[in-house]
């Protein structure tokens, strides 16, 4: 596989910032000659946004860029694309390291440099392992920490590391003394597919590697984390992973003291009993994440997602189900096969299907909750206008 035509970029994140700089670190001694374009927020309050670009030996270039419409990563977006723009008019540069900030997404941040025509061959997030059930835990908000990439940011520091691991294809895996195998299980679990390549040593070239080399005037094997820099992304693919209707989730998994229960139901949930379980449910594990249906709603696909004792619901569109066949065409080929993959002769794709991982999982507990939240028997056997006749229980949730 050669290297990309163009400007290499790839894209290094993660709030774990002394694991991301040891990313970036290892990324300019394997591919000499590559660049790395840095934004720092942390001067947005004042106003501005400091940019550094650098390589191996040091710092190359450094300006202040003026925030837009008050927004730091307004500003990021507005100088990233010209700055990589113009690297790859210079012609000199055999990879383009975007490092991030600490709270910024690399969703949003690889959406943005395709969008400017630029190609995007990697996304990593950098982890250290003794740091993810610390940072899944920590529901304070961004803000506290002077971590927010704009004075309306009101994410979190749990969901937001959920967000920046569960996007990256690959996982930058910091050497730690203090992990365990808890540590590195809950790692595998909460992103089963993903790449994980040990850095904070010298990385070996892997002789049964995928065939990529490094840029002339370098001809040998690349190291595994340069190999997965320059390996290929799809924008559009990682996003429709990310969307709940469609979303790739965990499996099944026990070990080392950490458990991954993925509940599947077909029949929907009684509103206000899920409602009133709503606290036990977010806090019975570290990460919950998922879709599932009410009975009061039964056109509407509703998105789970849990982190840090905190849970966000929000409503992802209607169910497949519930379009006309004419609207089918509008819809997007890969969510029409994950619909076609899990559908039901009576329901179609409506289903409730949530994962929950977390050390110390009480698997039997949290199934009994889950279930006492369906419809009953009779509940159900009543149809569909009984239904929606049930307590709308989630509405002001919702803000409906």
């Known amino acids: 596989m050669a290297v990309p035509p163009g400007l290499p970029v790839v894209i290094v994140g993660g709030l774990h910032a002394d694991a991301r700089r040891a990313a970036v670190a290892r990324l300019l001694a394997d591919v000499p000659g590559s660049v790395v374009l840095h934004h720092d927020l942390a001067t947005a309050a004042a106003g501005t946004v400091v940019r550094t670009v650098r390589d191996a030996g040091g710092v190359l270039d450094a300006a202040e860029v003026p ?58 997030t950098a982890v250290d392992p003794a740091l993810v059930l610390p940072y899944l835990g920590n529901g304070d908000d961004l803000a506290d920490g002077g971590l927010a990439a704009a004075a309306t940011d009101q994410r979190t520091v749990a969901d937001t590391f959920a967000r920046q691991l569960e996007y990256a294809p690959v996982l930058a895996i910091a050497e730690s003394p203090e992990a365990d195998d808890e540590d590195r299980a809950l790692l595998a679990q909460l992103h089963p597919t993903a790449r994980q390549v040990l850095i904070g040593r010298e990385d070996a070239a892997d002789p049964a590697g995928d065939g990529l ?17 320059l ?24 070990a080392h003291g950490v458990s991954t229960l993925v509940w599947h139901q077909r029949r929907p949930f009684h509103p206000e009993r899920l409602y009133t379980a709503l606290e036990d449910l977010t806090c019975a594990a570290a990460r919950s994440r998922g879709r599932f249906w009410l009975a009061d709603k039964p056109d509407t696909l509703f998105h789970w997602d849990a982190a840090g004792g905190a849970l966000c619901v929000e409503s992802a569109g209607p169910w497949l189900a519930s379009l006309p066949d004419a609207a089918w065409e509008m819809v997007p080929p ?16 409506r289903c409730q299907h949530l994962v929950f991982t977390s050390p110390g999982l009480d698997r039997d507990g949290l199934a009994h909750l889950l279930q006492s939240c369906l419809l009953t028997d009779a509940e159900y056997a009543a149809g569909r206008d009984a239904w929606q006749r049930l307590p709308h229980a989630f509405d002001a949730l919702l803000e409906v």
């Open 213 to 229: 080399t490094a840029p002339p005037p370098r001809r040998r094997p690349l190291p595994p984390l340069a190999r997965a820099a």
């Open 334 to 349: 890969v969510r029409r096969a994950a619909a076609a993959l899990d559908w039901h002769p009576e329901h179609g794709d």
């Open 231 to 254: 390996a290929g992304f799809d924008v559009e693919a990682a996003a429709a992973a990310q969307h709940p209707a469609c979303a790739l989730l965990p499996a099944e998994a026990d």
């Open 67 to 124: 925030l837009v419409n008050d927004c730091a990563c307004c500003a990021l977006r507005e100088d990233l694309v010209p700055e990589l723009e113009r690297l790859a008019d210079a012609g000199s540069t055999p990879l383009a390291v975007v490092e991030l900030w600490d709270s910024v997404e690399p969703k949003a941040m690889a959406e943005v440099v395709t969008a400017g025509g630029l190609t995007v061959t990697g996304v990593i």
